[in-house]
Nanobody, 124 residues
Framework: QVQLVESGGGLVQAGGSLRLSCAVSGRFTKAYAWAWFRQAPGKEREFVARTSWSGSSIYYADSLKGRFTISRDNAKNTVHLQMNSLKPEDTAIYYC?????????????????WGQGTQVTVSS
């Protein structure tokens, strides 16, 4: 069983940056994939980025490439999401997720482990 706890959300002005963290605990192996999703009010949960624990397999939502960076700190069992040049449309609850499968997937349905989410609000 894997436990995920997000932190780092908050209120930021457009053009600013935030760094989200996902603390990972429990039983997991290098065969897990780690992802960030987000969900804005009235919208479906949306894929943001995904990495393997080794960092050798990273994917981003096309619309977010160049602004968002996913990374992991293996020593601290933490997955980060660096968000730059934030826009009001980035406002959402951001969730960390995990699955025991390194096959690429951007569907929330295939991630069984979720954190509670952290709110990101970007003001114009």
């Amino acid at each position: 069983q894997v436990q995920l706890v997000e932190s780092g959300g908050g209120l930021v002005q457009a053009g600013g940056s935030l760094r989200l963290s996902c603390a990972v605990s429990g039983r997991f192996t290098k065969a897990y994939a780690w992802a960030w999703f987000r969900q804005a009010p009235g919208k479906e949960r949306e894929f943001v980025a995904r990495t393997s624990w080794s960092g050798s397999s990273i994917y981003y939502a096309d619309s977010l490439k160049g602004r968002f960076t996913i990374s992991r700190d293996n020593a601290k069992n933490t997955v980060h999401l660096q968000m730059n040049s934030l826009k009001p449309e980035d406002t959402a609850i951001y969730y960390c997720a995990a699955r025991e499968d390194l096959t690429y997937s951007d569907s929330a349905n295939y991630y069984p482990y979720w954190g509670q989410g952290t709110q990101v609000t970007v003001s114009s």
